[in-house]
């Protein structure tokens, strides 16, 4: 036997075993990119709108709606970093490729954060922590948020970044640690809003901890707080005084946040409880799918069961270990609960975190039951580990047939038509409403309007015909739109007919159909 076969074999650095799970993250992303226009899931679209205002000098601007209202809908985080690319490859559409890449290299660099924090906060092993975090990462839903121009990739990765920022902050305390993570926060709610909530958490688990004295911790809670809201304040101030003189008829899809929703709970009380019910019944389904692929129902539920109390169990040994995380993801999944929107959008984008939660509470679960029931570690890490196999598999026969491209697919499909049919027949004078006016305006270059408002309420219920017609009729009031362009089988569809009957509605006059069915109008105000 020779010296160096006699030698025993190093271990990987687990920052290399991180950086392994990450490439392999970015690999599958990648892979998963379809050829698809950005603009098809309306936000990647008006993240692009709203940069390419930037780089052409015109502020921070819905520029495709008529008169320009201020962006204040979506924090300036991403456009900002889209602009910043736009200044490199400024032709639009040749650079889609280049600007859908992004979403991977954030998720992949997310990936390794997680995965860092899993053993730098929680003391797992790397190869579990880099496992569960590229396992978690590589399933479908969250590829799908990978494969659209959308902020959840960049929002990840800057939240893997600020979470060790600032349970460093909580365990080592000192006012330049603090400062660090109050910066990293404030970006953090700068690229989505909900962010923000990991201010608060980071706060009181440093003002909780028992390190230092009660002054240092009062101290290092004061400075993580002040530079937070003192690189926030502008955004805040920005938002509060351009709200003032926002149009009305836009509020709805492109007003203030907070507004949209506290506005939607006051004036249906009845409304939180029954958004909290849907959610929570939307995310059960989702974990039984995600965890127990293709099985029946019975195995899902108890799948879906099962992960719930395995999140609670890590949440719970998160208190001592990670308190700024746990904070976190309690004060998140309570606005997840509560806010009127696909949950699963928002749950998504976090989602190799909750690997590691899954993670912990296997460990510290049987560790727990050991006292009472000895064969409990092991029951409790095989219930883990066959989850976690489902849940592999889920993500291998995600990447295999291509499920996180299937909704771009079919949104182009849906949407696209129109694009094609504006180029041809909208002059650089007409104001055109559609259902699919973002990628309009970002195809062609045309000015837009939406056809309808969203609310609060159509996510418990189905909007009624006679509201998509006044929301319709309203736009057009405020706006004359010339061209009506619509895909086929939606509501928007249905109440053109109600919208033409309504007094002072223009005359519709039919243009040639668009191809997949769609149908499109010119608009008479000739009878005014």
């Not at 992949?108 to 880099?130: C, D, I, K, N, T």
């Not at 660090?180 to 706060?203: E, F, N």
Request: positive net charge; contains cysteine; glycine residues 8%.
């Amino acid at each position: 036997m020779t010296d160096a076969a006699a030698r025993p074999r190093t271990p990987l650095a687990p920052r290399t075993i991180a950086l392994i799970a990450a490439l392999v993250v970015l690999i599958g992303a990648i892979a998963s990119m379809t050829p698809d226009p950005i603009g098809v899931f309306w936000d990647d679209g008006v993240y692009l709108l709203t940069a390419k205002a930037l780089v052409a000098g015109e502020g921070y601007r819905y520029t495709y709606l008529p008169g320009a209202p201020p962006a204040i809908h979506y924090p300036p985080g991403f456009p900002l970093l889209l602009a910043a690319v736009l200044r490199f490859t400024p032709d639009f559409p040749a650079n889609v490729a280049v600007l859908k890449l992004l979403n991977p290299v954030f998720l992949a660099l997310g990936a390794y954060g997680a995965a860092r924090l899993g053993v730098r906060a929680l003391s797992l092993q790397p190869l579990p922590a880099a496992l569960a975090v590229a396992i978690c990462a590589l399933i479908a839903p969250v590829l799908v948020l990978t494969n659209v121009l959308l902020s959840e990739s960049l929002f990840f990765a800057l939240l893997t970044g600020a979470l060790i920022a600032a349970e460093r902050a909580v365990a080592e305390g000192g006012a330049r640690r603090a400062f660090a993570a109050g910066a990293l926060s404030a970006a953090l709610a700068l690229v989505r809003t909900v962010g923000g909530v990991l201010v608060p958490a980071a706060v009181i688990a440093i003002l909780w901890s028992g390190r230092g004295t009660r002054r240092e911790r009062g101290r290092d809670a004061a400075v993580l707080l002040a530079v937070a809201l003192v690189l926030l304040a502008p955004w805040q101030a920005w938002v509060w005084m351009a709200a003032r003189g926002f149009p009305d008829v836009l509020r709805g899809s492109y007003g203030p946040y907070l507004e949209w929703v506290v506005n939607g709970f006051r004036s249906e009380p009845t409304l939180a409880p029954r958004v909290v019910v849907k959610n929570a019944a939307d995310l059960w389904r989702a974990f039984g799918i995600v965890f127990a692929p293709r099985l029946p129902h019975l195995v899902q539920a108890g799948a879906a069961l099962a992960v719930l109390v395995a999140l609670g169990a890590g949440l719970a040994a998160l208190a001592r270990r990670a308190p700024v995380l746990m904070l976190f993801l309690l004060a998140y999944g309570a606005i997840v609960l509560l806010w009127p929107y696909n949950p699963e959008r928002f749950v998504w984008a976090v989602w190799p975190l909750a690997g590691l939660v899954l993670a912990v509470g296997a460990r510290d679960a049987g560790g727990w039951l050991a006292p009472r029931w000895p064969a409990a570690p092991r029951a409790v890490t095989l219930a883990v580990v066959l989850l976690f196999a489902g849940h592999a598999a889920y993500a291998v026969r995600g990447l295999a047939a291509g499920w996180a491209g299937a909704p771009q697919r079919a949104m182009t499909a849906r949407l696209w038509p129109m694009v094609q049919w504006t180029v041809t027949h909208a002059g650089p004078g007409d104001i055109v409403a559609s259902d699919g006016h973002v990628i309009i305006a970002l195809y062609t270059g045309r000015t837009t309007i939406p056809v309808s408002a969203l609310t609060p309420a159509e996510h418990v219920r189905e909007k009624p015909i006679a509201q998509f017609a006044d929301e319709m009729w309203a736009l057009d009031r405020q706006y004359h739109p010339t061209l009506l362009v619509l895909s086929p089988g939606t509501a928007e569809t249905e109440a053109v007919p109600l919208f033409a009957r309504r007094a002072g509605a223009p005359q519709l006059l039919a243009m040639p159909r668009l191809m997949g069915g769609g149908s499109a109008f010119a608009l008479s105000r000739g009878r005014e």
